[in-house]
């Protein structure tokens, strides 16, 4: 049967190419005639002379990418024009919608946690809050027309200094967009406004037995959910942002509103747009509306607890059940410095904590005796690979308060660091690298932070091989810091991954990074995209990569 259908396909594609042939055969091959050729050769002209309307290019020729050194520096609105453009931004919004009141300026360029630190004058010169699409539309043709630069922002718990308006200009904060406009409980998905926290999402559509998949930090929006391509501790489930998004509505820098597609699961439609605007981090365009994939919120779900002495331990149950198929909602991972923070914070309860390497996983099943199946399965692989204390919280408030320990864990990190040492600065890594090579990025990362004096906590997604070292230090140990952060994120590289698993580029340290993991030339293509849909540079101007041959921000010099 099989056979006979492969040969019935095979003749058919036979036929089809014996069709394309004679066709193409049909309109004389070699025959072209002259005037096409010219008329092809002056529309290649005429383009690459209207590539020449790009704004900042120095030289007229064209290129496939913008290289840094191709471009002039951007130039932006006098202050006077930008006092202009507000005036017309305040018509469009109302005076209630756009504030320059200190609090909510400040609140729009520093991270409560100060790992990248916004320069003394990187502060937007006013925070607008849009109500609808067309709102959004018409600030940004102002923002066009007079030069000013627009910060999108949604929940703003975003740690790579994504938000720092750099040159300063508009902060748009979509947090009043905030509507859950149309849930399609048959087809699994939703239309929401980019200011919805997925938490409440979540809320909504726990009564439907439905959820979203992707987890990030506690107060994050969808807006920002997309533009960072966050995931959190479901991903090694149900995949990061861009696996669980079908359409999106965006504005441009120009204030064209775009939707990228319909709501069918599959399409062979043209370019991927929605991937296109996925991980730009704001640099793109604003998204305003999107339509996300929803999942069946898991039954029967328990949280296993497991104890290791050795992280290699840890990490080979996790490749072990892998390999057995045993698939789980979470692979979760912290390492003994971590836990003995959270053992000391006192969260939680005590009871589920040891200051012991540890792993957390979320394992589930369609029924309860297969449940029961798979716990046994986890316990003999763990306990095979020397795992001790195993517990199994299969209680909702058990699970909830050990969960919630693993979701503000960087909170908890961070006030324990500053319990420890009270004047120290504290940084974020979030490198990522295949499954396999975890152990060898951990061990090696940990020995040279602690040659190095260094206090270090560790935690991750360990069932994506992503990564979160949190390194403590004092003022006089800051560059060694930055150094050794760095040599991770090299090691990353060399280890076959990426310097960021999830939390972006913004503008940290890995902005440089990126260069070193992609190569040249694939930044030269995003920067000749970001220029093609935004020549101007007018928005999250400097992110991810730089646009301006002169600017050299350093992140770690302040
Ligand atoms: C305690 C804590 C835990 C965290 N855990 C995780 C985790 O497990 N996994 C993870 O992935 N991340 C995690 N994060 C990081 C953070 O939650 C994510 O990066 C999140 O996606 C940011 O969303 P936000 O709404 O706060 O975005 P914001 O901080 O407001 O913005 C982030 C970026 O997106 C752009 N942006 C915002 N809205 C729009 C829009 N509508 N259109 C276009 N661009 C826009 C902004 O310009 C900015 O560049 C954690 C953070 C904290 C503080
Ligand atoms: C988003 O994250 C997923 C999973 O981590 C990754 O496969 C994908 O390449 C990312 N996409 C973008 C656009 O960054
Ligand atoms: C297009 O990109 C989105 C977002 O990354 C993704 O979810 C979708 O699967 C992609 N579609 C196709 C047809 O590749
Ligand atoms: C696991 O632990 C045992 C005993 O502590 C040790 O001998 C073994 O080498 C460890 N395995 C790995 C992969 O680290
Ligand atoms: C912290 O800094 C303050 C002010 O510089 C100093 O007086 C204090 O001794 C420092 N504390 C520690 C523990 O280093």
Known sequence: MFRNCTRLSARARDCFYMSR????????????????????????????????????????????????????????????SVAEAIDKIRQIVGPDSITTSPGEIDYHSKDPSNFVRPKPDEHPNCVVYPTSVEQVSEILKICHEYSVPVIPFSGGTSIEGHYIPTRQG??????????????????????????????????????????????????AMIGGILATNASGTNAVKYGAAKDNVLSLTVVLADGTIVKTKNRPRKSSNGYNLTNLFIGSEGTLGVIVEATLKLHFKPQNEVIATINFKEIGNATKT??????????????????????????????????????????????????????????????????????????????????????????????????????VKPNATILPTDVCVPVSRLPELITRTMTKLEAADLLATAAGHAGDGNLHVLVIFDPEQKKVAHELINEMSKLAIELEGTVSGEHGIGVSDKRELLVEE????????????????????ILNPDHIFKIDPSENRNPSDD
């Open 518 to 537: 992609l190569g040249v030339d694939t930044i030269d293509l995003m920067r000749s995209i970001k220029y093609a849909l935004d020549k101007k540079a």
């Open 21 to 80: 042939r004679s066709l193409s055969q049909g309109s004389g091959g070699s025959s072209r005639s002259p005037s096409l050729f010219a008329l092809l050769a002056t529309c290649v002209f005429s383009a690459s002379a209207g590539y020449a309307g790009h704004y900042y290019t120095k030289s007229q020729d064209f290129a496939s990418t913008t290289s840094l050194d191709s471009l002039k520096s951007p130039t932006y609105a006098s202050s006077k």
């Open 170 to 219: 508009v902060s748009l904060d979509l947090g009043r967009m905030n509507k859950i406009l149309r849930l399609h409980e048959e087809d699994l998905d939703v239309v929401v406004q980019p200011g919805v926290d997925w938490m409440e999402l979540n809320e909504y559509l726990s009564p439907y037995g439905l959820m979203f998949g992707p987890d990030p930090g506690p107060g």
């Open 318 to 419: 996790v490749t072990d059940l892998f390999r057995m198929g045993i698939s789980c909602n979470a692979v979760e991972f912290m390492d003994d410095k971590q836990m003995r923070a959270v053992c000391e914070m006192g969260a939680g309860s005590s009871d589920d904590w040891a200051p012991d390497h540890m792993l957390l996983l979320k394992v589930g099943a369609t029924s309860k005796e297969s449940l029961k199946e798979l716990v046994a399965s986890i316990n003999s692989v763990a306990k095979k690979n020397h795992g001790f204390n195993i517990g199994i919280a299969s209680d909702e408030e058990d699970k909830e308060r050990i969960w919630t320990v693993r979701k503000t864990l960087l909170w908890n990190s961070l006030q324990w660091a500053r319990k």
